[in-house]
DNA sequence: TTTATTGTTCTCCTTTTGTTCTCTGATTTA
DNA sequence: TAAATCAGAGAACAAAAGGAGAACAATAAA
């Protein structure tokens, strides 16, 4: 989206009125709107943001920006990968996923792919995807994505008590881990999971 | 419903008043309403939207639309209960739930909620949400819904040989069960899995 | 039976749409 | 200054969509 030029920046904003309406109109109808007398010139701008990724294409149905353009409300980030005892590791190409509205929480979300099977005893399997609420407190019980010493991530339930903060396995055989609160930062809150077959 | 033509979707939403009104106009009927001289011109658009599975026929009884065409396209019917070695417990109001493209096989599919814990061991919790596949064959390997005996369900990995079914848990521990492949049916295959928290 | 309705198929036509091409000008970059 | 990039105009063409009208078989109604 960045490595956009002007003229395509402005296609793109123009097409997402059209998305909100839910047209797609044809590249004569897309030049009329925006001032232009020439389907050709037009088309090579379709063209770079179809190869872009922006737009999708389907003979004689229009012109139609993808799910990833139009920052569809429907979709939340996949921000990066999370495996225990590491940092969250970014992902460069921000895909986006769809995540149904039962799997949301209230406030700002994003979805973390799982790597590893460290959080298998919570029932999340390696390549899952987890939906996290992005809030830096919370209740006890909860499964939190939690920062040990700004550097290690991991994802377990937590048991705030003066003093002292425990991350518990699910599985009562693993010894809970109790750290200092100021070494535990809470990065978020897990509200949904998600997994492919 | 997305890859329809502009003149195809003004005729879905002038299907959709009839539906409501529970008719099922014949195509000359629908050609005035329409502005359209013509029935030839509009069965192409009618044989179009029927392949596209919006439209049924049935002759002499003019045109309906399908249940997938009045249904929100993101969502699918949450069918029943499944509790491991029970039948599937079927839900009277038939709530539908958003299920995101990723987590959706090609063919019909539909939710399940499962019961219990006994599939804890593929990572799949009580309460959880399964898509399901519709399908009677399975590939070796996947995760099934199998009814053995026509009574009891389960969700467990199937492997078929000639002459027997044998259906792992997740859980190595756990010996495989091994059936007769008569007494096992498979209803479906597991596509995706979600959770709320 | 006759009559009307219905679904279907066919050919012909117009309009719309997507695409490619060449040419021109402006702006930026090396 | 020369080269590259961006933007656009205009012409031309192929494909697709949309529609008209005629014709015909099957069915339902009179």
Excluded: F
């Excluded at 009329?32 to 050709?40: C, F, I, Q």
């Amino acid at each position: 989206m960045s490595s956009l030029t002007a003229r395509q920046k402005q296609i793109v904003e123009h097409l997402k009125e059209h998305a909100a309406a839910g047209h797609a109109p044809s590249l004569r109808q897309l030049c009329a709107e925006l001032g232009l007398r020439s389907p050709g010139s037009l088309h090579k701008h379709i063209r770079a943001l179809t190869v872009a990724g922006l737009v999708e294409r389907a003979p004689g149905r229009g012109i139609r920006l993808t799910a990833a353009a139009l920052h569809d409300p429907d979709t939340l980030p996949l921000l990066g990968r999370i495996a225990a005892g590491r940092p969250i590791e970014a992902i460069g190409d921000q895909r986006r996923i769809h995540v149904p509205p039962e799997l949301r929480g209230k406030g700002d979300c994003y979805v973390l792919e799982v790597r590893g099977d460290s959080m298998i005893e919570e029932g999340i399997l390696d390549g899952d995807w987890v939906v996290v609420e992005h809030r830096d407190h919370a209740r006890n019980g909860e499964l939190v994505v939690a920062l040990i010493d700004d550097a290690e991530a991991t994802l377990k339930r937590i048991e705030q008590r003066p003093g002292a903060v425990i991350l518990h396995a699910a599985n009562p055989a693993y010894p809970p881990l109790r750290y200092e609160p100021r070494r535990v930062r809470v990065q978020g809150v897990v509200v949904g999971q998600m997994r492919r077959y």
